[in-house]
């Protein structure tokens, strides 16, 4: 079966450190992948998605960067953290079909910068 | 790019209340889905839908899409405490390249 795992849980860091969250994917090959963000008692957000290696689609600019250095891995990064970065990212995979298909949401990372 | 609203933004009834929440896409759509979610956890999969004119339900929540699969709708009859949480329905618009979700719904049932 398949499964996505997210990392870390929680996490605190301070403004301008460097961010790295991590998501990885099993049991199914050349995912699509995504990364969320959730502000608080809002929406989810689009940040990224990847259709594969090396392939990095970005829907709002910002700070971040994302990467795919492997097929079922993928990564969130920042070098130096703002407070707005601050909120609820969630990770996610789907494996594009014709009829159409969910995608599968790993247990998400609770960012705080403070 | 595949854009969803949902409406209400925010919802308030009381315990035992029916209450519907709905997500309107602006282009057709291949697949929708439901989840459910309280703030700071993973999203739980409630429903997909494919068909126009499908309906389908589990326990006490059902979800309508309509014949012309741009509009969906998710029922619940005879609210509970245990679903509050946001709604957030999604879709996959072009073979899954980009799956969206909509702005979500915030409900809160009170006892």
Known sequence: SQTIHQWPATLVQPVGSPLSLECTVEGTSNPNLYWYRQAAGRGLQLLFYSVGIGQISSEVPQNLSASRPQDRQFILSSKKLLLSDSGFYLCAWSVPKHSGTEAFFGQGTRLTVV | ?111
């Not at chain 2, 697949?31 to 979610?37: A, D, E, P, R």
């Not at chain 2, 993973?42 to 699969?69: N, P, R, V």
């Open chain 2, 1 to 111: 790019s595949q854009e969803l609203e949902q409406s209400p933004q925010s919802l308030i009834v009381q315990e035992g209340k029916n209450l519907t929440i709905n997500c309107t896409s602006s282009k057709t759509l291949y697949g929708l889905y439901w989840y459910k979610q309280k703030y700071g956890e993973g999203l739980i999969f409630l429903m997909m839908l494919q068909k126009g004119g499908e309906e389908k339900s589990h326990e006490k929540i059902t979800a309508k899409l309509d014949e012309k699969k741009q509009q969906s709708s998710l029922h619940i009859t005879a609210s509970q405490p245990s679903h509050a949480g946001i709604y957030l329905c999604g879709a996959d618009g072009n073979y899954g390249q980009n799956f969206v979700f909509g702005p979500g719904t915030r409900l809160s049932v009170l006892p």
